[in-house]
């Protein structure tokens, strides 16, 4: 038996993987004939791919992709950037990427704002490195400008903003209709026979709370009731916040009897704030959410709330991507997708009782008025 070259991997003792290099040496031939040989191409002969395909089975030698794609300029990685991975709705978005992007051949690259606009920059310089075929974004809560994002358009990189996005016709999205989602909550807490319904708002420079707070108007000039900024509080849609937010209109001269809040936390925190005033929920306060956090359905009573139906936009977030990335920098008209809210009524909104007497006291109201 020949002696065993010096360099050559040992199946027996390495732990580390057996790279190109290291089959190339041992069959002391180019790594591009190592490379021709496992991709079976043309002008490699019938022996050598015989000898690269028994050495790579006897090492169990795993291709790197990755690599692969890097020096070809191009990549099956899509890159994807959130504001956090935490709760239920970006995982599930995250999710529902995965799931589309593996379906078409793709392997993703989770990077977290973690809500700071210096970090998102930082996510999109390293997704360039890692030469990314296309990004999917969701924007952090301090994104007040968007020219970080003029990079990857400048290199012609398909973008496709998911959630919380840059609005314009010029610009590829994937959103919930959040307008539809404030309207259908606050038109459902008037249905209950509510009539001062709060609104606690989230960041008005966030797409997803400006549009929810426009629905909570229009539910309101619907219904002939005034839009009273007093009944307003904009937080950043912390538990805490909803505690808060919940005394400073208990201090009101005329509290509210229902609030819609633009995020679920926020609700929460307003119905353990509402037991320590010794309110009862629905009955003397009807509390309704957003987003079908997990919490949602196991609270005292279950809380009312809007699923976003975030797989769903997770795989129509990456099939828009795809579309743009098939495209080969063709002209490609941007679309904005939105998907239709579900509100899911619980207890804690449901006051069929109560409902009957306070339509009945409204339009009592109306007539003296009138």
């Known amino acids: 038996m020949a002696p065993r070259k010096k360099n050559a991997p040992d199946a027996a003792t390495t732990s580390s993987p057996v790279s190109m290099a290291d089959l190339a040496r041992e069959l002391n031939v180019s790594m591009t004939t190592i490379s021709r040989a496992l991709s079976d191409h043309f002008s490699i002969g019938p022996a050598m791919k015989q000898k690269v395909l028994k050495l790579a089975k006897k090492y169990n030698y795993q291709p790197n992709h990755m690599a692969s794609a890097l020096r070809k300029g191009k990549s099956k990685l899509l890159g994807i950037v959130v504001p956090y991975i935490e709760g239920r709705f970006f995982p599930s978005v995250v999710h529902g990427i995965e799931t589309a992007a593996s379906k078409a051949g793709y392997n993703v690259i989770i990077c977290q704002s973690n809500e700071d606009v210096a970090q998102e920059r930082r996510n999109l310089d390293s997704l360039l490195s890692a030469q990314v075929a296309g990004v999917l974004v969701s924007l952090s809560r301090t994104t007040l400008d968007h020219k970080h994002f003029d990079k990857l358009r400048s290199r012609g990189l ?45 960041p008005q420079h966030l797409n997803i709370y400006r549009n929810r707070r426009q629905g909570y108007f229009d539910a309101l000039r619907e219904a002939g009731l005034p839009e009273d900024e007093s009944m307003v509080i904009y937080t950043d849609m912390l538990q805490e916040q909803g505690a808060a937010g919940l005394r400073q209109l208990l201090a009101l001269p005329n509290p509210p009897d229902a609030i819609f809040s633009a995020g679920d936390y926020c609700a929460l925190g307003a119905m353990q704030e509402a037991r320590r005033q010794g309110l ?81 006291m409204a339009a009592s109201r109306a007539k003296t008025v009138g």
């Open 280 to 360: 009862r929920v629905p009955e003397d306060l009807a509390i309704a959410g957003f987003s079908n956090e997990a919490f949602t359905v196991v609270t005292e009573p279950n809380i009312t709330t809007v699923d976003q139906r975030c797989e769903e936009m997770g795989q129509a977030a990456v099939r828009l991507l795809l579309e743009v990335i098939d495209s080969k920098g063709e002209s490609f008209t941007p679309r904005q997708v939105a998907l239709r809210p579900e509100l899911l009524v619980r207890g804690s909104s449901l006051r069929p009782a109560l409902a009957p007497v306070a339509k009945k």
């Open 158 to 202: 398909p973008l496709v903003y998911f959630d919380r996005v840059v609005e314009g016709d010029n610009v590829n999205t994937v959103v919930l209709d959040d307008r539809e989602g404030g309207y259908l909550s606050t038109r459902h807490l008037l249905a209950q026979g509510c009539r001062r319904v709060a609104h606690f708002a989230g």
